[in-house]
């Protein structure tokens, strides 16, 4: 049997193709688990590593895709808003610090101060972990960071946005 599974970005594949290449796949049925289309590479390191590495693995990622289907494409979609919403929670962090230096906002254990300070200095800092001259990734380890501090400091960055009269919603929507 020698049919091709295609997946376009929307990762539209009919259920009847996903069910099959899951039940192959899982029982480790690689005989008809549809084969790939693209010459082998010439050399032997590269064709050893084709052959006996990713096959093995991107048949097991087949199964998760297929497993799946849609939710890999909504993340993608919803990539831009997230980044979005970490960076509006990045500045109420940055504008907690700066009331808390003024005077004007003291209710926020000193823990929690440190947390969002360490993470505003990290992102701030241009040598980290993945450098910002690395086009397309450098600043996902800075996005991370931001993300993760803001998880952390989710009942203060909300009682301050009470205390500042924001609309909590626009920070943190309730999903």
């Given at each position: 049997?020698?049919?091709t599974?295609?997946a376009n ?22 005989n008809n688990?549809?084969?790939?289309t693209?010459?082998l ?6 064709r ?7 096959k ?5 990622h ?5 497993m ?5 494409t909504?993340a993608?979609?919803?990539?831009p808003?997230?980044?979005h919403l970490v960076a509006?929670?990045t500045?109420l962090m ?8 003024a ?19 990290y992102v701030?800092?241009?040598a ?5 001259a ?10 991370a960071v ?9 009942r203060d960055?909300?009682?301050y946005?009470?205390?500042k009269?924001?609309?909590v919603s ?6």
């Open positions: 049997m020698s049919s599974l295609t970005l929307e990762e539209r594949i009919d259920e009847t193709t996903r069910q099959r290449v899951i039940e192959n796949v899982a029982v480790g049925n690689a688990v549809p084969e790939s693209a010459p590479p010439q050399k032997a390191l590269p050893f590593f084709e052959e006996k590495i990713a093995r693995i991107g048949h097991r087949l199964v998760k895709l297929a799946q289907r849609g939710r890999v909504a993608w979609r919803d990539l808003d997230r980044m509006n929670q500045k940055m504008e907690l610090i700066d009331d808390y230096r005077g004007t906002y003291r209710r926020i254990p000193w823990h929690s101060l440190a947390v969002g300070a360490a993470a505003i200095l701030a800092n241009p980290d972990v993945l450098p910002e690395l086009l397309g990734i450098g600043m996902l380890d800075d996005i931001a993300a993760i501090a803001a998880r952390v400091l989710r960055l909300k009682s946005c009470e205390f009269g924001y609309d626009e920070y943190f929507p309730e999903n």
